[in-house]
């Protein structure tokens, strides 16, 4: 009850999609509370957030998000990210959110940083931030989905693929060929890619391959194979 109250007093504090968050019975905690109070006030209480329903972190959020700084996007974006760990549910910014991406906008100044969530140096599926930073420094919107605590929940689970990429290559392009026909099984293998994730949306957050195949005069393909049991996974 009281985490439940905190998120309704919290939302006379700011503006936009507070109250819609609570009447979905979006429940923020302490730290994500604390880190929102601080957020607002740095936004003169001009601070806009949506929840993601199924993470219960913030899809986005729009204000003055930080202070002025000369310092470089990519600085602003990790120091943001590290004193917002908490909303996030994150607990080392900066061996779990890695700078992929560092986009110039039309704006003048004005900067897009791309950060991918990682874990044990794995990439967790869907799972990124887009910081925009405004020509003063300031960061001005916050955007994407981070699943929180995934650490802690995979910390006793098998980190390690039995499954080798070739294999998943060959599993997920005999997937494609039943699926679709032969055609989408065609294509060269040794074109094909197969990229590992940490995949946060299913039981148990499996280490997958994400595999691509490039079939001749067709749309790439993409397969999700369990990289333990060599399974298929519909994503």
Not at 92 to 118: D, F
Not at 140 to 155: F, N, Q
């Amino acid at each position: 009850m009281k985490r439940m109250l905190s998120t309704l007093l919290l939302c006379g504090a700011v503006w936009g999609s507070c109250a819609a968050a609570a009447a979905a019975q979006t429940v923020v905690d302490k730290d994500q509370n604390a880190v929102l109070r601080r957020l607002s006030a740095e936004s003169g209480g001009r601070l806009e957030v949506r929840w993601h329903a199924e993470t219960g972190t913030p899809s986005l959020l729009l204000g003055k998000l930080s202070p002025p700084s000369a310092h470089s996007p990519a600085w602003i974006a990790g120091e943001f990210v590290t004193k917002t760990r908490r909303l996030y549910g994150i607990r080392n910014p900066h061996s779990h959110l890695k700078i992929v991406h560092v986009e110039k906008l039309p704006e003048e100044s004005a900067y897009r940083v791309h950060l991918q969530h990682y874990l044990y140096k794995t990439p967790v599926w869907g799972d990124e931030l887009r910081i925009e930073i405004g020509g003063n420094g300031v960061v001005e919107r916050v955007e994407g989905r981070i699943y929180p605590d995934l650490a802690k929940a995979i910390s006793n689970r098998p980190r390690r693929a039995t499954v080798s990429q070739a294999e998943a290559i060959r599993i997920a392009a005999a997937a494609a060929a039943g699926a679709a026909g032969p055609g989408a099984g065609d294509a060269p293998l040794d074109t094909a890619q197969a990229l590992p994730y940490y995949l946060p949306s299913r039981t148990g957050i499996p280490l997958v391959y994400a595999v691509t195949l490039y079939p001749p005069d067709q749309p790439p393909v993409s397969v999700m194979v369990h990289a333990l049991t060599g399974r298929t996974i519909a994503h």
